[in-house]
C-alpha cells in the first residue's frame, strides 16, 4: 500500500524564520566586491587561449568546401568571389553567419591550408541587420568592416 504524506497547514508555519535566512544572505554579501564591470568603459582581460572572430587568408584558400561540411549548424556557406587566385580555381570562398556560429573551431581545424582561423577578436556589433560577413569582410581586420 503506498504511504501518504501528511501536508504541513500552512498557517502553522513562522515566516520569520524564512525572513532571517534571506536578511542573512543579503547581510553576507552587502560587502564583498562586486563582480559586474562596467564596460566598455572598464574591460576585463580575456584568457590567452580564447578565440571568436573568424578571420580568411584569402590567397591561401583553395576552395575545398570542407569548413562549410564541418560546420555543425550550417553557418558557413560557400559563395563565389570573382577574384584571381590560382589556388583557388573554382573561385568560392566562405562567408560566415556570426548570429549562428559557436565558435566551435571545426573550421579551422579541418581547413588543409590553415586560410581560416579564428582570433581573439569579440567586439562584432553590427548596426545592420545580417551578422553574416563576406569572404572579402572576413579577409579585413574588424574596425575596417562596413558596420
Request: proline content about 7%.
Given at each position: 500500500m503506498i504511504g501518504v504524506k501528511e501536508v504541513e497547514d500552512p498557517k502553522k508555519?513562522?515566516?520569520?524564520?524564512?525572513?532571517?535566512?534571506?536578511?542573512?544572505?543579503?547581510?553576507?554579501h552587502l560587502f564583498e566586491k562586486p563582480?559586474?564591470?562596467?564596460?566598455?568603459?572598464?574591460?576585463?582581460?580575456?584568457?590567452?587561449?580564447?578565440r571568436f572572430r573568424i578571420?580568411?587568408?584569402?590567397?591561401?584558400?583553395?576552395?575545398?568546401t570542407l569548413c562549410e561540411q564541418v560546420?555543425?549548424?550550417?553557418?558557413?556557406?560557400?559563395?563565389?568571389?570573382?577574384?584571381?587566385?590560382?589556388?583557388n580555381k573554382r573561385k568560392i570562398y566562405p562567408d560566415v553567419n556570426f548570429g549562428t556560429c559557436?565558435?566551435?573551431r571545426n573550421c579551422q581545424e579541418?581547413?588543409?591550408?590553415?586560410?581560416?582561423?579564428?582570433?581573439?577578436?569579440?567586439?562584432?556589433?553590427?548596426?545592420?541587420n545580417s551578422f553574416t560577413y563576406s569572404p572579402e569582410e572576413l579577409a579585413l581586420?574588424?574596425?575596417k568592416v562596413k558596420k
Amino acid at each position: 500500500m503506498i504511504g501518504v504524506k501528511e501536508v504541513e497547514d500552512p498557517k502553522k508555519r513562522v515566516p520569520l524564520i524564512g525572513m532571517i535566512g534571506g536578511m542573512a544572505t543579503v547581510g553576507k554579501h552587502l560587502f564583498e566586491k562586486p563582480v559586474t564591470v562596467q564596460y566598455p568603459e572598464q574591460r576585463r582581460e580575456m584568457p590567452e587561449r580564447f578565440r571568436f572572430r573568424i578571420f580568411l587568408k584569402l590567397d591561401d584558400c583553395v576552395g575545398c568546401t570542407l569548413c562549410e561540411q564541418v560546420c555543425p549548424n550550417g553557418s558557413i556557406k560557400m559563395q563565389p568571389v570573382d577574384r584571381e587566385n590560382p589556388r583557388n580555381k573554382r573561385k568560392i570562398y566562405p562567408d560566415v553567419n556570426f548570429g549562428t556560429c559557436t565558435v566551435c573551431r571545426n573550421c579551422q581545424e579541418i581547413c588543409p591550408t590553415d586560410a581560416i582561423y579564428l582570433t581573439n577578436v569579440f567586439e562584432t556589433s553590427r548596426t545592420r541587420n545580417s551578422f553574416t560577413y563576406s569572404p572579402e569582410e572576413l579577409a579585413l581586420e574588424e574596425d575596417k568592416v562596413k558596420k
